[in-house]
């Protein structure tokens, strides 16, 4: 049987479920002997978008920026950690825009076999379904999607 999965990518927001989305793919990754890596995303676009409407001065868009880039620094060195306790090798990347179009243009262009996700956040109207990336992303990428819940028992596997 072949091995279904060659290269993953784990989109990592900051959120916990998204470190356990890291920590399922490294497993993944070992298990299928596949190529993984881990991707951080500057949603630039929306700190435009709070710009234009008032919430922020393009003064403090660009100290935001700069500490989401300082985020996603720490944030896939923790994946670059979590990957090296399980000897498993992991591509980081960090880019800007708007997550679910990067993401989508990401795994077109580098052949990804599957999509790992932390858990969909809790949508409470229609509108924040649609505004949500982790949603779009489930939504418009053209590979597998996994969406990995909260779950302890992974915490103790991964340990």
């Known amino acids: 049987m072949a091995v279904p999965f060659k290269n993953i ?3 990592i927001d900051g959120s916990e479920e998204s470190i356990s989305a890291m920590m399922y793919g490294i497993l993944l990754a070992k298990q299928n002997k596949a190529e993984l890596s881990a991707m951080y995303v500057v949603n ?3 700190l435009s978008d709070l710009v234009k409407v008032g919430i922020f001065l393009d003064l403090e868009k660009n100290e935001y920026q ?4 300082k985020d996603a620094e ?3 060195k923790h994946a670059q950690k979590l ?3 399980k000897e498993v090798d992991v591509s980081c ?5 708007s997550a679910h ?11 990804v076999d599957l999509l790992v996700l932390g858990g969909v956040s809790t949508i409470r109207s229609r509108r924040d379904e649609l505004n949500s990336e982790t949603d779009r992303m489930v939504r418009t990428v053209p590979c597998p999607v996994m969406l ?3 779950d302890e028992d992974l915490w103790e596997t991964f340990e």
Not at 93 to 97: V, Y
Not at 101 to 111: E, F, G, P
């Open 101 to 111: 179009r990067i993401v989508r243009d990401y795994i077109k262009s580098n052949d």
């Open 148 to 150: 990995v819940r909260e």
């Open 9 to 11: 990518l784990v989109y």
């Open 44 to 46: 630039t676009k929306a």
């Open 74 to 76: 720490r944030y896939l």
């Open 83 to 85: 990957a090296k306790k």
């Open 93 to 97: 990347i960090t880019e800007e825009g």
């Open 66 to 69: 700069r500490d989401l880039q």
